[in-house]
């Protein structure tokens, strides 16, 4: 049995109760060295075999699968954040299938939720954006043209950018032609819930100079719109007094708490 297991973004209490488990029992771990906190493999059994995928080969990773699979031991395979962005976690399983070998898998906190928490972001805000495009740029893995960087800034809601913390400028650049103006907040998360995680607040039009200036090229997540700012945001109906719920009378009389100026 292979289970593929998500690490979390950083900070080794951010797996989940079940992947600490599944570390706990793994008598083969195979994590993703490149991003995963070594400080999670503490956790592994004294005879665990450990690999390490950033130097091996997808022939390799299935080879070190079917071998454990052979002697009768369980394999968990951690990546980082959660498996199901650009975890390359797919072909993984397919080989499997073909193999006849059966997994499972795990959720992980995705640097997504990590780069949020470390700005104690909400990318939802009423008013301002109800929903939130994951992508990227194009580096060795091509996007598809119908999902370029300009097609998604046209709809000017909150966006999260994996791998792309290397190429601000051109970044910047196609934000801008697709809609967003260069005033637009951004931030630049860099290693959330490491030790060393550091947020950058900037703008669109500030994203180059601002990686630049911090020295930060990769491990990074560029968040766009203005939920950043969460300024002139609405406030929610599901807590609203004047408003009842399936779970909650409207209140008969009620003070408003001052949420923010409105500008
Ligand atoms: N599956 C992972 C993403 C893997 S792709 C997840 O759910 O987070 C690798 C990219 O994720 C990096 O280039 C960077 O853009 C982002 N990333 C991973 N960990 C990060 C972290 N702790 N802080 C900021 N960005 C991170």
Redo the contacts with the bound molecule.
Sequence with gaps: MVHFVGAG??APDLITVRGQRLLEEADVIIYAGS?VNPALLEAKKDNCKVYNSAEMTLEEVIEAMQQAERAGLTTVRL?????C???AVREQMDALEQLGISYDSCP?V???C??AASLNLEYTLPGISQSVILTRMAGKTAVPEKESIESFAAHRATMVL????GMPSELSARLIAGGYTSETPAAI??????PEEEAQICTVGTLAETAERCGIH????ILVGDAILHSNYRRSDLYNPAFETEYRKKAASFRNLPLQPQT
Excluded: E, I, M, N
Aim: aromatic letters at 12%.
């Design positions: 973004c950083g991003l990546h980082t954040g959660d498996p962005l650009y975890g992980g995705s640097s997504l990590g780069a994996f791998l792309s913390a998360v860099y290693k959330a819930s490491w990769k491990t990074a997540l």
